[in-house]
């Protein structure tokens, strides 16, 4: 061949793409940057024999109501299906799954959170109070302000409930007027706190410095216009504050411990500015009235759920003796899925029984719901489709709610399915951002709706099972 003839460089380039393409479809080359998500090359892919289906959950999936310990106990009910409940596909089924694990438990699935409704409702009890665990999807009282509005329109009460002495949200969160000064010391899951200080069940602490203050102001919304009963929470030493200028001294030696008065409703605000002393962590106020039910928004931006197991045992057990609480939610998800094709969910279950075990073994009274997460979307080629990582999630949170006996709630199923948060976001009504995770206000709300019905369908068949 001439040294000048190069007819054979198009055979060469076109081998050498060929085999560079090959090599490729051995590995993972996928990438997402920014929103887009390049395709997987895969020159073998109509070679490969079809993957296995996904094995079946762990446990058989049934909705169920209220504990049976035999057949006949079950049919001596008023719902005479009891002992023969439908069985669900929990990817698809929008109501609450209440389950009983092989343990014996005090309070499983929703029943003593329902039984304190009914007792609140005929008057045997006089508050009711949920802790609502989340991440940002929660924070400025987004979902929970919806659903404290509805609770407390049918069985009573007013106030917001649990509020921290900072927050990165106080400048947009609408249910309650939050300033403070910019010199307390936050310590939180994420910045390593010292051994010997207890973070608060928010997942912070604070320290106040000289002359430290936090002022909250009631808002022109149902519920939220006043402030009634006021507690705050605080650590163990011995410091002296001044609450809208009358000083207190703060002592104990517990975890929490609680500072407890009546405001003046001709006060409009609450201001606590700290005078002297030893540095004493603080954790929040909560505002309550008399009677009701209460929802506490414990939203901390970033988190997965699984830092919930840095919360102490003390600081838990003093919080059930002084505020107790008759339903735990726990609302997770969109920091799980930072891969969006991530599908195996081992690294996120077995801390996450961690936290559900210390939480269940340190509140046994305590009724707990497990949320599943919303659907998350991402750009695959030129189009938002759901991620494949969401249904693995929500496999993995549904059988952490079969194995600890709590219940659950499948959010995903709940606003759609497959498909749903491009329906959000695109839809004529934009009920969610444009980073197709996070809702809106208004989609928010329709949340809180949801999850409101929800509790109610539970509530009624509850009521009616036991009239």
Excluded at 163 to 185: E, G, L, M
Excluded at 374 to 394: E, M, N, R, S
Aim: with cysteine.
């Amino acid at each position: 061949m001439p040294a000048n003839n190069k007819s054979a460089y198009p055979f060469l380039i076109i081998a050498g793409t060929m085999a560079c393409l090959l090599a490729l479809s051995f590995i993972h080359n996928s990438f997402s940057l920014q929103g887009f998500t390049s395709r997987q090359v895969d020159m073998l892919a109509d070679l490969k024999p079809t993957p296995a289906p996904a094995p079946a959950p762990r446990k058989q999936v049934i909705a169920q109501t209220q504990p049976a310990d035999s057949a006949a106990q079950a049919a001596d009910t008023v719902d005479a299906t009891a002992a023969a409940r439908p069985v669900y596909d929990f990817m698809t089924y929008t109501g609450i799954q209440e389950y009983t694990d092989t343990v014996s438990i005090a309070a499983p699935g929703m029943q003593h959170f329902l039984k304190a409704l009914q007792e609140l409702k005929t008057g045997k009890r006089k508050k009711v109070r949920i802790a609502y665990f989340g991440d940002s999807m929660i924070e400025g009282d987004l979902i929970t302000s919806d659903l404290r509005d509805s609770l407390q329109t049918a069985f009573g009460g007013s106030g917001v409930g649990f509020v921290p002495v900072t927050s990165v949200v106080a400048s947009f969160r609408a249910t309650i007027q939050h300033t403070f000064s910019d010199n307390w010391k936050d310590y939180h899951f994420r910045n390593n706190p010292p051994q010997d200080l207890p973070l608060g069940l928010s997942g912070h602490a604070f320290i106040p410095a000289t002359e430290s203050w936090a002022r909250y102001s009631p808002v022109h919304r149902h519920g939220l216009d006043k402030f009634s009963q006021v507690s705050v929470f605080y650590g163990p030493g011995n410091s002296r504050v001044l609450i809208n200028g009358r000083p207190y001294t703060l002592t104990g030696g517990a975890p929490l411990n609680e500072l407890a008065f009546r405001q003046d409703t001709t006060q409009k605000y609450v201001l606590l500015k700290y005078a002297d002393g030893a540095a004493q962590p603080f954790y929040g106020l909560s505002f309550e009235s008399d009677n009701g039910v209460y929802v506490d928004n414990f939203s901390f931006r970033g988190i997965s759920g699984i830092e919930l197991s840095k919360l102490r045992h003390g600081m838990l057990q003093q919080m059930q003796r002084r505020h107790p609480y008759d339903l735990v939610v726990l609302h997770y998800g969109a920091n799980v899925l930072f891969r969006p094709e991530l599908t195996d969910y081992s690294w996120y279950e077995r801390p996450m029984e961690r936290v559900i075990d210390s939480l269940r073994t340190n509140w046994p009274q305590t009724s707990f719901l497990i949320v599943g997460t919303a659907d998350k979307a991402y750009k695959k080629t030129d189009h938002y489709i759901t991620a494949p990582g969401v249904p693995a999630l929500l496999k993995v949170q549904h059988e952490l709610a079969e194995e600890y006996g709590t219940a659950y709630w499948n959010l995903y199923a709940a606003m759609g399915g497959e498909g749903s948060m491009t329906r959000w976001v695109e839809g004529d009504t934009v009920l969610a951002n444009k980073d197709y995770t996070h809702f809106n206000s208004k989609g928010a709300a329709r949340v809180g709706a949801l999850l409101y019905k929800a509790i109610m369908d539970e509530y009624r068949q509850n009521a009616a099972a036991h009239h």
